[in-house]
């Protein structure tokens, strides 16, 4: 039975996907980890189509189009968003194009150019700024340009339902309710500990602090949900980071 999408932030914002398990075959695992993780897509609902932050990865083709099936009517347009153009975020462009009408896709950078149909759209955002973006008619969405990062990246800050979509980031989330060990999401970003990490953690707290965030989503972990809870993560992030840099 294929996993049904789950309300991230009211009606507005679902997450799509599955659950891998993370373990030595992971690029992002850290040492010694074995336990279930979901990998991420997101749906914002907008009154003339929706917009589709990531599609997943292949293993959850499947997955993601039964998903958008359940929750968009027939022939309702889809605009597609990607936050990197790394395989767990676009793979399943080609899949989602031949079910749904795509408008467009949505990339930054340009390091790998997704495949696609539709009209591809480069959008860059400097580097620890942020542009208020109209993705498609009615959706206007603040795409995020954050200092963690490795690749061209932006975060997703949906303002209308408060939902923050942080890609490679906050995935430390274990569990429903357990937000985990930071330091256990920041693997993938090793150099860092050779870095000033101060004003990458500095970042963190000025993205989240300047919005009003009810929901963090990220493309791998479980969400963090309520304002309280993604204060309280964004500074344990960034008090993480801090540690990694003075390593």
């Not at 679902?14 to 075959?25: P, V």
Request: glycine share 10%; net charge negative.
């Amino acid at each position: 039975m294929l996993a049904p999408p789950v309300g991230l932030a009211g009606t507005r914002v679902h997450r799509l996907g599955g659950e891998i398990a993370l373990d030595e075959h992971v690029s992002w695992c850290p040492e010694g980890v074995r336990r279930p993780q979901p990998v991420n897509a997101y749906l914002i609902r907008g009154e003339s189509g929706a917009v589709l932050v990531d599609t997943g990865v292949r293993r959850h083709e499947a997955e993601i189009l039964g998903q958008l099936g359940e929750l968009l009517e027939p022939g309702e347009p889809l605009t597609i968003l990607l936050t990197r153009t790394e395989m767990e975020c676009c793979l399943n462009v080609p899949a989602i194009e031949a079910s749904h009408p795509v408008d467009a896709v949505w990339y930054t950078g340009g390091i790998t150019v997704p495949r696609s149909s539709a009209p591809a759209r480069r959008v860059s955002v400097e580097p620890g700024t942020s542009l208020d973006v109209e993705v498609r008619p009615g959706v206007v969405v603040q795409l995020v340009s954050p200092l963690l990062r490795l690749l061209p990246t932006l975060w997703v800050y949906d303002p209308p339902s408060g939902a923050l979509l942080t890609s490679d980031a906050f995935t430390h989330g274990v569990a429903d309710g357990e937000p985990g060990d930071p330091a256990e999401g920041l693997v993938k970003f090793r150099w860092f500990a050779g870095a000033d990490t101060r004003p990458i953690a500095l970042d963190v707290l000025r993205v989240v602090g300047r919005r009003l965030v009810t929901a963090i989503g990220p493309g791998y972990g479980f969400p963090f949900i309520g304002e309280a809870e993604c204060r309280r993560e964004a500074a344990r992030l960034a008090a993480s980071l801090e540690e990694v840099g003075r390593r």
